[in-house]
C-alpha cells in the first residue's frame, strides 16, 4: 500500500507538471484528473490484493505453525493410461488414490525404514488422490539420490487430525523422494473450517511397504 501511495504521488506530480504548462486548456486538464483517478483506482485495486496475503503469512501473532510426519500405505488404486504396463509400474498421466497415517513430528526416521504405517501412535488418517507426472525410473532415480525429477504426482490431499473429523484439503505438486514442494491449503472443515494457508511438504524416505513418507508443515491462519 506504501508503494501504491508513493507510486500515485508520482503520478500525480506528473499531472502536475502537466497542469503547468502553459496554453493547456480546460478540457485538457479536466482529461488529464479524470485518466490520474482512473488509473490510480486501477493500480491501488491489484496492489492491495498483491501485498495483503504475504503480509497476512508473516504475521505470526496470525499463522499458526505445526508439522506432522505422513506414512503411506494401503488401500493404494491406480488406473493406468497404458494398461500393458506391470502393475508395480507407473507413467505420467497414471491416476491414484491412497490412504495413509499422520503421526507426531519426528515418528518417523529419515530414509529407506522399515516403518510401519500400521505403528501404534497414530493421531489422525490420511488419503491422498492425483496423477503421476513422471514415471517409476525417475522414482527410483530420486530415491538412490541420484539427479531426476523433482514432482512425482499432482495431488490433492485429506488431513484428518482430530477426534471430530475436522479435516485439512491441500492441493498442489507431490514431491518426488527427497524432494519437497510447497503446497496450497484450500480449506477445511470442522474445526479448520475458515482456514487457509500453504504447507511445505517434504519427502523424506521410504517405509516397509515401499511407499513414501513425508514431513508436512502447516502455516495456516483463519480468514474470518
Known sequence: MHKTMMFTRTLAGS?????????RSGAARTKAAISL????AVISLPTAVLVLPSKIMADSDRVRTFTVDVALGFPY????????????EFFPGDTFIQDGSIFPVGTIPRGKTDFDPNAPGAIGQYRARGTFTTDLPNFVLASAHKPAAPDMA??????????DKSIILTDGTWPNAYFSATRVVLGGTGSFRDVVGEVLEE?????????????????IQDVK
Open 15 to 23: 499531472v502536475r507538471n502537466v497542469f503547468g504548462q502553459r496554453r
Open 37 to 40: 483517478i482512473a488509473l490510480t
Open 77 to 88: 488404486y491406480q488406473n493406468n493410461v497404458k494398461p500393458a504396463k506391470a502393475p508395480e
Open 154 to 163: 499432482f495431488a490433492s490431499e485429506m488431513f484428518s487430525l482430530a477426534n
Open 203 to 219: 519427502n523424506i524416505g521410504e517405509n516397509k511397504h515401499g511407499f513414501c513418507n513425508f514431513r508436512v508443515t502447516f502455516k
